[in-house]
């Protein structure tokens, strides 16, 4: 039951930090450090990956219109007016083209050095590091920005040139645990004229097969050999993660419409700087 309810707070501060732009990595780093599950390395190391599927399931029902491809209701452009084609919006076909090119750089490193990335990099120090530079990034970005009309106003305005710069962005989350993935492509999409609403959307769209691809990867890596109590904690982790995500992405796109990310960074400063003074006092 203790292990029950430790999972339940993992699931909660993955639903919460995923999709905040402040870090899941620097979070779950402290929370294990003071709240440890009773499991192996091994399974620990894949559980704060796969966990993620609960969130992921969050994006792709809020946003299921904007992101199946296919049916013949509110198809705004579809690929001709009878038939087949009549049933395939092409206007989403190329949106999911332009996230699998964001997806490239992060994808190829990923399968390629995930495993020297996280030996070199998940420690407190780098992760620290990483919360407090991104959370600079965020106040400079959001100041220098402010008072600007935004180029791309849209996510269909988003050209394969820009799909590909904001994939670059996410390649340094896929580097230095701590930098946040979300955090990385919206203060990247910002840098290149990419509209607040827009960044936040297209990187939860981003997030689908980033997210999906890092979790059956460890998997893989992992097996598929849990024991009864090991299963528990990974589905009730993920149960919470989803119903916890389905709040804090209504609760972001709402919030963003009327604010910047400014108070983001400076919480991100806050946790880097925590992190950093746990570390170097032995608290972790």
Not at 9 to 21: H, K
Not at 97 to 102: E, K
Not at 220 to 225: A, E, N
Not at 252 to 281: E, S, T
Request: glycine letters at 8%; proline letters at 2%.
């Amino acid at each position: 039951m203790i292990e029950i309810l430790k999972s339940i707070l993992f699931g909660i501060v993955e639903g919460i930090t995923e999709w905040l732009p402040i870090s899941s990595t620097g979070h779950m780093i402290l929370l294990d450090q003071f709240v440890k599950l009773d499991v192996s390395e091994e399974f620990y190391s894949m559980f704060q990956v796969v966990i993620q599927l609960g969130a992921i399931l969050a994006v792709v029902i809020i946003f299921w219109n904007k992101i199946w491809p296919f049916g013949k209701k509110n198809n705004a452009a579809p690929l001709s007016d009878t038939g087949i084609g009549a049933w395939i919006k092409k206007d989403i076909f190329v949106l999911w083209f332009h996230i699998l090119v964001s997806c490239v750089p992060a994808a190829i490193v990923g399968v390629l050095w995930d495993d020297l990335f996280e030996e070199l990099f998940y420690n407190p120090v780098c992760v620290a590091l990483a919360l407090i530079v991104f959370g600079v990034a965020f106040i400079i970005v959001e100041t220098q920005h402010s008072g600007k009309n935004a180029k791309i106003t849209a996510v269909a305005d988003i050209t394969y040139t820009t799909a590909f710069l904001i994939g670059m962005f996410q390649l340094i989350a896929a580097i230095f645990p701590g930098t946040s993935r979300s955090g990385a492509t919206i203060v990247g999409a910002l840098i290149i004229g990419v509209a607040r609403t827009v960044a936040a959307e297209y990187t939860f769209y981003l997030a689908i097969p980033v997210m999906l691809g890092a979790s059956l990867l460890k998997l893989v890596k992992f097996g598929l050999s849990f024991t009864a109590m090991e299963a528990a904690i990974l589905l009730i982790g993920m149960v919470v993660a989803f119903g916890v995500s389905m709040f804090v992405i209504k609760f972001l796109m709402d919030y963003i419409k009327k604010h910047d990310f400014k108070v983001f960074g400076w919480y991100r400063i806050i946790l880097g700087v925590i992190v950093l003074v746990c570390g170097f006092v032995g608290v972790i």
